[in-house]
């Protein structure tokens, strides 16, 4: 039964918001005029700052990649000389009166190559690559919280619009008591306090109006700063789309345990430190590198000539020279250096530790938040039902002479809230969804994402002559 309820709900979290396309271009902000979440998503995934920064550092640790790789390969230098010597007349007398200055010219060129360095090559390649697999978990992870904002800053815009249409329809309902007040007025059945009670009530939905509107387009500055767009501000005439009924599948309670153990095999930020664990492992093995000899093999080919550069073959000479060197002592560097390594790789493996069990916390906080979502929107339905027929008898009671001039007022303000709080419950219902997807990492799924050791066609395997494809 808990396979069954977990598999359900991965099958239904993604329905929530609709499939984004990897690889697929955004939309220009210019020629939307509705915004859907999807959209604003494919956008701010495509513009946000951070992102593009985030590809930066995967860049850069992927360059380190290659810096580590390199060492496997032989060392080449080629060197040029020239210079001019001006000596003295006790030098000139000891050397036989020589031309005076003289031209000196050199040349040469030499190869070295490590042939054994007590595997640090080896550790220092795991190390750089580990980064690389943290670098794109980062990024991912970086992807995971801008989709989250966005959704999150996305849904509490679409509670500002819907306060918005409350407002107005708040307003309406007043106006059109004030007209219906002033009608009675006029042929003597009512009086001039339940005209004015009415305009009161009219001016007060339209100041809730005005506000809704203003907290509507901070709404918005704050949703177009997330999605990278210039100036933090929408193109005229931008809107979003209406905050729609909640759905059968937002109703499905989820099931805590499956969730948190999927979440910790697939949270990018898990994954990263446990990329730091192995980086730091790796650590230890660099540095017990010195504990072993060096073995270097090296070849030089060098000449020089006096008075032109017109070198012939006679003007150069060679070595192969391989060496082997073992450290006696140091002062116990290399300890301390392996020891502070494995310090190292203690505190990557405790700050996993501490990191999934806050991962499990969060998703268990998440789907306590969903279940609750859910109660309170069941409760605020029928309670909006209730109250509108509430009001709607008491309209009909004042109408008629029957109820009185608060009690309609009362009925009316208890109908608005109820509208309200339902559009809260909608909107918290859908932020608390979001947030279990993206505590659990599910939000991702919106882009095809599978972990970047399955996707990543690159060969970073740090032997020589291994290719290398760019992502």
């Known amino acids: 039964m808990v396979q069954w309820s977990f598999w359900l709900t991965m099958l239904l979290l993604p329905l929530l918001h609709g499939p984004l396309a990897a690889g697929e271009a955004p939309p220009?902000?210019?020629?939307?005029?509705?915004?859907?979440?999807?959209?604003?998503?494919?956008?701010?995934?495509?513009?946000?700052?951070?992102?593009?920064?985030?590809?930066?550092?995967?860049?850069?640790?992927r360059e380190r990649v290659f810096q580590?790789?390199?060492?496997?390969?032989?060392?080449?230098?080629?060197?040029?000389?020239?210079?001019?010597?001006?000596?003295?007349?006790?030098?000139?007398?000891?050397?036989?009166?020589?031309?005076?200055p003289e031209d000196f010219f050199t040349a040469g060129i030499g190869a070295g190559w490590t042939l054994f360095d007590g595997?640090?090559?080896?550790?220092?390649?795991?190390?750089?690559?580990?980064?690389?697999?943290?670098?794109?978990?980062?990024?991912?992870?970086?992807?995971?919280?801008?989709?989250?904002?966005?959704?999150?800053?996305?849904?509490?815009?679409?509670?500002?619009?819907?306060?918005?249409?409350?407002?107005?329809?708040?307003?309406?309902?007043?106006?059109?008591?004030?007209?219906?007040?002033?009608?009675?007025?006029?042929?003597?059945?009512?009086?001039?306090?339940?005209?004015?009670?009415?305009?009161?009530?009219?001016n007060t939905a339209r100041t809730s109006l005005i506000l809704a509107r203003r907290d509507y387009q901070a709404a918005l500055y704050g949703l177009a700063a997330l999605m990278g767009l210039p100036d933090a501000a929408f193109p005229p005439g931008t809107d979003l789309a209406e905050l729609a009924a909640v759905s059968p599948d937002e109703m499905h309670p989820p099931d805590a345990e499956p969730l948190v153990v999927y979440a910790l095999g697939h949270r990018p930020d898990v994954l990263q430190g446990e990329q730091a664990v192995k980086r730091a492992a790796s650590g230890v093995g660099e540095a017990r590198a010195g504990l072993y000899p060096d073995v270097d093999l090296g070849g030089f080919v060098d000449g020089e000539r006096t008075g032109d550069m017109g070198f012939r073959e006679e003007d150069f000479g060679g070595s192969l020279v391989m060496t082997f060197s073992f450290n006696l002592f140091e002062g116990g560097n290399t300890r301390a250096r392996i020891r502070e390594a494995e310090a190292r790789r203690s505190e990557a493996s405790h700050l996993l530790s501490n990191l999934q069990n806050d991962v499990a916390a969060e998703v268990r906080q998440a789907v306590e938040a969903v279940?609750?979502?859910?109660?309170?929107?069941?409760?605020?339905?029928?309670?909006?039902?209730?109250?509108?027929?509430n009001r709607d008898l008491v309209e009909k009671e004042?109408?008629?002479?029957?109820?009185?001039?608060?009690?309609?007022?009362?009925?009316?303000?208890?109908?608005?809230?109820?509208?309200?709080?339902l559009a809260l419950a909608r909107v918290a219902l859908r932020q608390s969804w979001q947030n279990l997807t993206a505590a659990t990492g599910e939000i991702l799924w919106d882009f095809g994402e599978d972990h970047p050791s399955a996707s990543n066609g690159e060969d970073i395997s740090g032997r020589p002559g291994a290719s290398a494809g760019n992502n």
């Open 119 to 202: 595997f640090e090559r080896k550790f220092r390649n795991l190390s750089a690559r580990y980064g690389l697999e943290e670098s794109r978990e980062a990024r991912r992870d970086a992807r995971r919280l801008i989709l989250s904002s966005v959704s999150l800053a996305y849904y509490n815009a679409q509670l500002q619009r819907a306060n918005i249409a409350i407002s107005a329809a708040d307003e309406t309902f007043n106006r059109r008591q004030v007209e219906i007040a002033r009608a009675r007025e006029r042929v003597g059945t009512g009086a001039l306090s339940d005209v004015l009670n009415f305009e009161i009530q009219a």
């Open 68 to 100: 580590a790789r390199s060492a496997y390969w032989p060392r080449v230098d080629a060197d040029l000389g020239a210079s001019r010597v001006w000596r003295s007349d006790t030098a000139l007398a000891a050397l036989g009166n020589p031309e005076d």
């Open 28 to 61: 220009d902000i210019r020629t939307v005029r509705v915004l859907d979440l999807e959209t604003a998503r494919r956008i701010a995934v495509a513009r946000n700052p951070s992102l593009s920064a985030a590809a930066d550092r995967v860049t850069q640790a």
């Open 371 to 389: 279940l609750l979502s859910q109660e309170q929107l069941v409760l605020q339905q029928a309670n909006a039902e209730l109250v509108q027929q």
């Open 398 to 421: 004042y109408a008629a002479g029957q109820a009185s001039l608060v009690r309609l007022n009362e009925a009316q303000r208890d109908f608005t809230q109820a509208q309200s709080r």
